[in-house]
């Protein structure tokens, strides 16, 4: 059977496509030396621990990469509030001058434009 029969199987399935495109943030070693020089935070930590759980953004729906990541850059502080303050709640200790290159360079940017919803359930929102 080839992919328009298995794309027939899935539309028997309860599965949904969600109007959003998924970005995950991925930390790359910038950032890990940063946290590294956290003070009284002695744990050595790696880019392999780091990176198995990362943070996933949904933007508007967007097939197009660079519509996205116009998107994602000019939302770049929130994504640095988000991936600091996960690890460092003391603002005082993130870096001062972050901008769209530094983002680039202390975190990899994925996009994903197909999301889809395998649960029968409604999505809960929870502000935070």
Do not use: C, H
């Not at 109007?19 to 009284?40: C, E, H, Y």
């Not at 996960?86 to 200790?93: F, G, R």
């Amino acid at each position: 059977m080839g992919s328009t029969g298995s794309l027939n199987f899935l539309r028997k399935k309860s599965m949904q496509s969600i109007n959003r495109t998924a970005v995950v943030v991925k930390p790359k070693q910038p950032f890990i030396d940063w946290l590294k020089s956290m003070p009284d935070d002695d744990f050595d930590y790696t880019l392999e621990q780091i990176s198995a759980d990362n943070l996933t953004f949904l933007i508007p729906q967007s097939d197009n990469t660079d519509e996205a990541m116009e998107y994602i850059r000019k939302r770049y502080g929130l994504i640095f509030e988000w991936a600091f303050g996960v690890w460092v709640a003391t603002e005082d200790l993130w870096p001062e001058k972050r901008n769209w290159k530094m983002l680039n360079e202390w975190f990899d940017i994925e996009i994903y434009s197909e999301v889809f919803d395998l649960v029968d359930g409604s999505i809960e929102k929870e502000d935070v």
